[in-house]
């Protein structure tokens, strides 16, 4: 269960919370109610993130040797962080993705989602097939990330190569042999980050004048070029995928009595990138009328705590604008909530208003596929064609 998540979320037989061994052996506590996983995430205190980057299969001597080569270091920055530097690292960063900067992107991406799409349009028109992952979704989140924290030309699949590992290496369940060839491929990024943290602008430059030492630098470089745009890559996927199914709602897109917004709210809701995320218990404690020790790691599950019947009307239909459809946790909530929700919203929106033409008469050659993993979805290609 804990590797494919998302595929149980409809499963009405889950308790409240469950105890569950993983892959090595390591007991975890599952938490499926949405005011429980609320409950824990909004409680740093009783219930800390310091395992939020721990490596779900433990890395062995032979993979930690490369890291260490390449003087990879992951020092608490911001998902992991619960001391007392992560405030003024969160707001630095936040700064970097404020709505204001976020809404002025907008026009540009835009036009760039126009561009591809009429692309795309020609060649569906043409009886072509058209892969909507690589062709559209996969490196706008990135390009836009890049012009908002001023980061350097770096080649775009070079980075989607090191996020993907990065998701892989630390959420995934792996042989010896994989770990170590990701540790490389971590590793060897790593050090092009280092080089940026010590020279660039933007966001860099405005941690380094805070006076935030190297590695936290590198740190949230880290964890933005992961979380900041390879998850809403993987979020557009599986939105699009979702709404090939849901000619109702293309079709009240169409004629204006569905709004954009509710459809991303509810693609937030039923369909989230991120489907677990992870605490640890710091003190003895209990939870739903079941008893925590301290030490307890407790995975947290948002996608099922977004169809939590508590909350919402219809909890597994596509219902856009329905009650309790934006009090999903995608984002996750209190003081570790994303901070690039806007950003992640405004590319969603401008992908689903200018692509939900396209997918009215599509038939679909591949699904997206996801691979084992904790917390991440990470969908592949997703090919279409006209019917």
């Not at 699949?157 to 042999?177: H, I």
């Not at 010590?198 to 470089?221: K, M, Q």
Request: one cysteine or more.
């Amino acid at each position: 269960m804990l590797f494919r998540s998302w595929a149980q979320t409809a499963d009405a037989h889950w308790p409240d919370v469950a105890r569950v061994s993983d892959h090595v052996g390591v007991a975890h506590l599952v938490v499926t109610r949405h005011a429980l996983v609320r409950q824990v995430l909004t409680d740093p205190a009783t219930y800390r993130p310091d395992n939020a980057l721990d490596a779900v299969t433990p890395i062995p001597v032979t993979a930690l040797r490369v890291l260490a080569g390449h003087r990879f270091r992951l020092p608490p920055t911001l998902a992991n962080n619960g001391g007392a530097s992560h405030p003024a690292i969160r707001a630095i960063v936040a700064d970097a993705l404020h709505p204001t900067r976020v809404a002025a992107q907008r026009p540009w991406l835009t036009g760039l989602v126009r561009e591809r799409v009429d692309g795309i349009a020609a060649t569906l028109d043409a009886g072509g097939s058209v892969d909507l992952y690589a062709e559209l979704a996969a490196d706008l989140p990135l390009l836009v990330l890049a012009r908002l924290v001023e980061l350097p030309d770096a080649p775009v699949g070079a980075v989607k190569e090191f996020a993907r590992a990065a998701l892989e290496l630390f959420w995934a369940p792996l042989d010896a042999e994989r770990q170590q060839a990701l540790a490389a491929e971590v590793g060897s990024f790593h050090r092009v980050l280092r080089e940026f943290a010590a020279t660039g602008g933007g966001l860099a430059g405005s941690l380094r004048a805070a006076g935030h030492p190297p590695d936290v630098v590198v740190g949230a470089l880290f964890f933005l070029l992961v979380a900041g745009q390879e998850t809403t890559s993987q979020f557009l996927t599986l939105l699009l995928h979702r709404l090939t199914g849901e000619p109702t709602v293309l079709a009240g897109l169409r004629d204006g009595t569905v709004g954009v917004a509710d459809v991303v709210e509810e693609g937030l809701r039923l369909e989230p990138p991120i489907v677990t995320w992870r605490r640890v218990a710091a003190v003895d404690t209990t939870l739903g009328g079941t008893a925590v020790p301290a030490g307890t790691s407790i995975v947290l599950w948002l996608a099922r705590a977004g169809r939590d019947p508590a909350t919402v009307d219809a909890p597994d239909e596509f219902r856009p604008g329905q009650r309790g459809s934006r009090r999903h946790l995608a984002f996750g909530a209190g003081p570790h909530r994303c901070v690039g929700d806007q950003l992640a919203r405004m590319e969603a929106a401008v992908v689903v208003a200018e692509t939900a033409p396209l997918l009215d008469g599509v038939t679909v050659l591949r699904e997206p596929w996801c691979p084992d993993n904790l917390t991440f979805r990470m969908p592949d290609a997703f090919v279409v064609r006209r019917r």
